[in-house]
């Protein structure tokens, strides 16, 4: 009895190993993400620069070729600084981060009216311990996109 069990399980497993009918191929099924859906990045810099990198540069080509067929409707860039230095001198150099990102993607051919440009400076750059944030010497990028019409 214990045979026949074993025997009529396994069957059953193969059973369920066999081609459904009705089932479709896996591209069928599957659909790759539109490349003109939302994207956020981040733009580093050195501490006290807003000079962009050739690692910045490359972020922003490759996000700019990857919307390339793509109607860009708009685009925020907020610049952010280090607790490094007066509040003055961090605002300034957040707004100068800002406008180093927004010329770079303009030279990609993207719209200059879609621009939406910020600067907190160094806001929110110290923890409530008093510590500060790491990785705040950045551009944070949120573009809006659609398929071209």
């Known amino acids: 009895m214990k045979r ?30 539109s490349p003109c859906a939302a994207k956020r990045f981040d733009v580093y810099f050195a501490e006290n620069e807003a000079r962009l990198t050739s690692a910045a540069l490359q972020a922003i080509g490759l996000t700019a070729t990857q919307l390339q067929s ?22 300034s150099l957040s707004e100068r981060r800002a406008v180093a990102v927004a010329e770079a993607l303009v030279a990609a051919g993207w719209p200059t009216p879609a621009f939406e440009l910020g ?3 160094d806001a929110g750059a ?13 551009t944070e990028v949120v573009v809006e996109a659609a398929p071209r019409r």
């Open 4 to 33: 026949l069990i074993i025997i009529a399980t396994g069957a059953a497993a193969l059973a369920g190993c066999g081609w459904t009918p009705g089932m479709r191929d896996r591209s069928e099924l599957v659909v790759e993400p």
């Open 70 to 91: 793509c109607d860009i409707k708009r685009v925020q860039v907020v610049g952010l600084a280090s607790a490094t230095g007066d509040v003055a001198s961090n605002l």
């Open 119 to 121: 600067a907190v400076g």
């Open 126 to 138: 110290t923890t409530v311990a008093g510590t500060n944030e790491p990785l705040r010497r950045r």
